[in-house]
């Protein structure tokens, strides 16, 4: 465990114990639907984890390492921010998703490439954004974002 996770850990554990001394009754309401919650949550949970599995499944590692590792950089960037742009999952999938990629040999500038085209560019959304706010906007809005996502995902390749 990293510094990091553990600080949090302590963190989070002074402050459930400050706040079971300032009010108990709140406390456990709170534990009790955050547990609630939780129930609610498994099943995407699960879902999240089955479709990581299927994916790595039916793409092997070496085929992630080989396409988006570092020897072709520039080609695996394009290739993953076209991927992420056209892409319609939910974010809390493809964090972890993008995460098992990078842990079976991705390159991380392909790697937030997908994962910030994936959040910030609509191209599956992008009739109704088009319906919504017009055509000009949409249009703008997606070039800037596949722009910026691809400034971004150089810049973390700078940074990591």
């Not at 009010?23 to 699960?46: F, H, P, V």
Request: charged share 10%.
């Amino acid at each position: 465990m990293d510094i990091f996770t553990l600080s949090l850990w302590v963190i989070t554990g002074i402050a459930f114990v400050i706040s079971i001394i300032k009010d108990k009754k709140k406390t456990l309401n709170s534990m009790k639907m955050a547990r609630g919650m939780m129930k609610n949550m498994i099943g995407e949970i699960l879902g999240i984890l089955f479709l990581i599995g299927l994916i790595l499944t039916f793409i092997s590692p070496e085929v992630i390492k080989s396409t988006l590792g570092q020897s072709n950089a520039t080609l695996a960037t394009i290739l993953s921010a076209v991927v992420g742009s056209v892409t319609l999952i939910p974010a809390f999938v493809a964090f972890p998703l993008v995460g098992s990629f990078v842990d079976v040999g991705a390159s991380i500038v392909p790697a937030v490439a997908f994962l910030t085209t994936l959040t910030m560019v609509g191209v599956v959304t992008f009739p109704l954004e088009k319906e919504e706010f017009g055509v000009k906007f949409a249009i703008t809005r997606n070039v800037l974002s596949f722009i910026f996502a691809i400034i971004i995902a150089l810049g973390m390749g700078v940074i990591i």
